[in-house]
DNA sequence: CCTTGACCTCAACTTAGCTTGAGGTTGCAC
DNA sequence: GTGCAACCTCAAGCTAAGTTGAGGTCAAGG
């Protein structure tokens, strides 16, 4: 059996659909080559990849952020473990700022509860300085994306 | 100086613009009245919505489930101060929920870094029980919205 | 009365993260 | 050599949370 994988059987052993895979190459995640009937063939290690992609999306990082991470990876080589190793060790540092940031919200809205204000001049919730706190959406005016 | 506002009053107030105050109505977290000509009144409690909106929002919340919370605002009388203290705790206990599944994550990366795995079959952090993690994206069927 | 700025509606565009469908090839099995 | 599943590309659609623009109306001051 060959060392590379079809995208039906990529699909099959990450759970991901096969539309979703070809996202992510469009993306840039992936690289797989091509038959010469322009099929597309991935290695072994892009299981490891979208696995590792899939855990980073729930830990809440953009296809972007993620594609950043992944290009850490050697190239040419496959990835040791240490590799991955330095790469999730990474992203355990993000979710670490993210609960804190999560962390210093809550004890803000607890102030804010005793005090009953909710003020937009008053409350401590507002300050800009935090403005990431949720990767959020929100308006764009409001959080500082500048109208024009 | 009538008790009601315009739209453009509003949204000085609160710092929001006029299309996103239109927005918010469409998503049904305001309800103005109309003049004789088409136009929005707004009451001065919906200032402290919007507050409360925006704050909620960059906590992570949806549009979506905004409206739910502020659906428990009393219907015929301007909220009190108890009345946004109990909506506020709601957000708070969410909040709280939020952190601990995050903190769980993170927990279960550190053993995954510990053993390098990052394998689907076999990784924690793929338990679907934690779906909801990242309020996140991720591929729909992965997640469980069923293919059909 | 008339101008002007604020208001109105409705439709189309934006980004992220995909899915769905149309229409066309490839590759393997019989 | 033929059938059919699996593959290909490309375009369009979806949701969230708005923005932008066109075309039209309202209201208040001079």
Redo the contacts between chains.
């Keep these: 059996m060959s060392p590379l994988l079809t995208i039906g059987e990529l699909a099959r ?5 096969v539309s ?1 895979i070809r996202f992510y190459e469009a993306k840039g995640l992936l690289s797989p080559i091509r038959t010469a009937g322009n099929q597309r063939r991935f290695l072994r290690s892009d ?2 990849r979208l ?2 992609a ?2 980073a ?4 990082l953009t296809l972007g952020e993620i594609e950043e991470e992944l290009a850490r990876l050697p190239l040419g080589r496959a990835p040791t ?2 590799d ?2 330095s790469v ?2 990474r ?2 540092d993000r ?2 700022t ?2 804190a940031l ?2 210093r ?2 004890d803000r ?2 102030g ?2 005793g005090c ?1 204000c ?3 001049d008053r ?1 401590a ?2 300050n800009p300085e ?2 990431a ?2 990767t ?4 764009r ?2 959080l500082g994306d500048a ?1 024009l």
Tied chains: 1, 2.
């Design positions: 052993r990450t759970g991901l659909s979703a299981i490891r696995s590792f899939l855990v999306q729930r830990l809440g473990r240490e991955w190793q999730s060790r992203i355990r979710l670490e993210r609960i999560l962390e919200m809550r809205l607890d804010c509860i009953g909710l003020s937009l409350c919730l507002y935090d403005r706190a949720a959020g959406p929100g308006p005016f409001l109208p």
